[in-house]
């Protein structure tokens, strides 16, 4: 009775609540690790339990409840000797290990990665995104990366998966061949191409990565602000228009170094003066011809002849009238401008009578 009583003092519950959200792998805690044949071990959705007996891993538990006995235990059977009827307690320790996902890890590249671009040349690239990472192989992930850890989280195997994510996403990104202006297009593409590339190497540690994304692909800030300007100057177009253009509107804004009134009018000015030169030029670029002036007005003459005044008459009336002896050199004749009436032959018709011969001699 005594024996039965303390057999079932020694029962042992053995389970595991997480609530930390990162830790992978939790040892269960014993004095002395003596885990009492018969106990209860639970092994919860979404967890895996692993016995390591003596320094060697013994066996793992997928999802259940398990009685802690010979017969559900062939593995760790052939390590421990049991005594007393399996009654004894024996010295194993437990880890627990998580195998969910853990999601929103983080990746990115240090340094720049050196490429060569089709269109720039070569070109330093940086690239970040996130990835999801669960346990696959229990038993390898103790064996290979936890070790006898009691306490085990994400953030401690996460700086070695960023390296290997960065050593293949350097080896893809050099040997795509995609230009740098259409990697946004193929970032789906090039990260299936990583996720498969690194696939083997993260299983030697017992883990997949369910997810992996990459979030951008860029150009060093020097190297963007010089692609910001060559796209700048694309949309402008005419370049001397638009500094003609951007110097008439500076005129135009308060505190400038013409401001004010002066500099309002100034400005405005020379915008008419600009809009006029950035009309649509000719078919061959050449800027259109200027209209020449119109013609003078011909001049209006009259002619004072017997106390009467005749016309108006135009230049060319009159040098038919001289041809025809009507006009004379002293006839007298006025136009607008003129102080009064004069001779012909003293004002600017003169010129009518050099083919006009003199009259005779003796007329």
């Given at each position: 009775?005594?024996?039965?009583f303390?057999?079932?003092?020694?029962?042992d519950?053995?389970s595991?609540?997480?609530?930390?959200?990162?830790?992978?792998?939790?040892?269960?805690?014993?004095?002395?690790?003596?885990?009492?044949?018969?106990?209860?071990?639970?092994v919860?959705?979404?967890q895996?339990?692993?016995?390591?007996?003596?320094?060697?891993?013994?066996?793992?538990?997928?999802?259940?409840?398990y009685?802690?006995?010979?017969?559900?235990?062939?593995?760790?059977?052939?390590?421990?000797?049991?005594?007393?009827g399996?009654?004894?307690?024996?010295?194993?320790?437990?880890?627990?290990?998580?195998t969910?996902?853990?999601?929103?890890?983080?990746?990115?590249?240090?340094?720049?990665?050196?490429?060569?671009?089709?269109?720039?040349?070569?070109?330093?690239?940086?690239?970040?995104?996130?990835?999801?990472?669960r346990?696959?192989?229990?038993?390898?992930?103790?064996?290979?990366?936890v070790?006898?850890?009691?306490?085990?989280?994400?953030?401690?195997?996460?700086f070695?998966?960023?390296?290997?994510?960065v050593?293949?996403?350097?080896?893809?990104?050099?040997?795509?061949?995609?230009?740098?202006?259409?990697?946004a297009?193929?970032?789906?593409?090039?990260?299936?191409?990583?996720?498969?590339?690194?696939?083997?190497k993260?299983?030697?540690?017992?883990l997949?990565?369910?997810e992996?994304?990459?979030?951008?692909?860029?150009?060093?800030?020097?190297?963007?602000?010089?692609?910001?300007?060559r796209?700048?100057?694309?949309?402008?177009?005419?370049?001397?228009?638009?500094?003609?253009?951007?110097?008439?509107?500076?005129m135009?804004?308060?505190?400038?170094?013409?401001?004010?009134?002066?500099?309002?009018?100034?400005?405005?000015?020379?915008?008419?003066?600009?809009a006029?030169?950035?009309?649509?030029?000719?078919?061959?670029g050449?800027?259109?011809?200027?209209?020449?002036p119109?013609?003078?007005?011909?001049?209006?003459w009259?002619?004072?002849?017997?106390?009467?005044?005749?016309?108006?008459?135009?230049?060319?009336?009159l040098?038919?009238?001289?041809?025809?002896?009507?006009?004379?050199?002293?006839?007298?004749?006025?136009?607008?401008?003129?102080?009064?009436?004069?001779?012909?032959a003293?004002?600017?018709?003169?010129?009518?009578?050099?083919q006009?011969?003199?009259?005779?001699?003796?007329?």
């Amino acid at each position: 009775m005594v024996f039965d009583f303390l057999k079932g003092e020694f029962i042992d519950v053995i389970s595991w609540l997480d609530d930390t959200r990162d830790t992978m792998v939790w040892r269960f805690e014993r004095r002395g690790q003596a885990i009492k044949y018969g106990a209860k071990l639970t092994v919860r959705e979404g967890q895996a339990a692993v016995f390591v007996h003596e320094g060697q891993l013994a066996d793992v538990f997928a999802p259940g409840l398990y009685m802690l006995e010979t017969n559900n235990m062939p593995v760790l059977t052939t390590l421990q000797h049991w005594d007393h009827g399996f009654n004894s307690p024996f010295k194993s320790e437990i880890y627990f290990v998580n195998t969910t996902r853990f999601n929103d890890l983080k990746w990115g590249t240090k340094n720049p990665i050196m490429c060569r671009d089709p269109e720039f040349g070569p070109v330093r690239l940086r690239a970040f995104g996130t990835y999801s990472m669960r346990v696959s192989d229990p038993g390898v992930f103790l064996r290979e990366i936890v070790g006898t850890d009691g306490e085990f989280t994400a953030d401690e195997v996460s700086f070695q998966i960023r390296n290997v994510i960065v050593q293949e996403m350097s080896r893809v990104l050099a040997s795509s061949g995609i230009p740098v202006l259409d990697m946004a297009a193929n970032t789906a593409d090039l990260a299936k191409l990583i996720s498969t590339a690194i696939a083997p190497k993260i299983a030697e540690y017992g883990l997949v990565l369910p997810e992996f994304y990459i979030e951008n692909v860029s150009l060093p800030e020097e190297v963007e602000k010089v692609l910001d300007k060559r796209t700048s100057m694309g949309i402008v177009g005419d370049l001397n228009k638009y500094m003609q253009f951007n110097a008439a509107e500076g005129m135009t804004v308060p505190g400038s170094a013409v401001g004010g009134a002066v500099g309002a009018g100034l400005g405005a000015g020379i915008g008419m003066g600009m809009a006029q030169q950035m009309q649509p030029s000719g078919p061959w670029g050449a800027s259109p011809a200027t209209p020449p002036p119109p013609p003078p007005a011909s001049r209006q003459w009259h002619l004072a002849e017997g106390g009467a005044t005749k016309g108006p008459y135009a230049e060319s009336d009159l040098q038919a009238l001289a041809q025809s002896g009507a006009l004379t050199r002293g006839s007298l004749v006025w136009t607008a401008g003129m102080e009064g009436w004069k001779p012909a032959a003293e004002t600017e018709l003169a010129r009518l009578f050099a083919q006009v011969p003199p009259p005779p001699p003796g007329a």
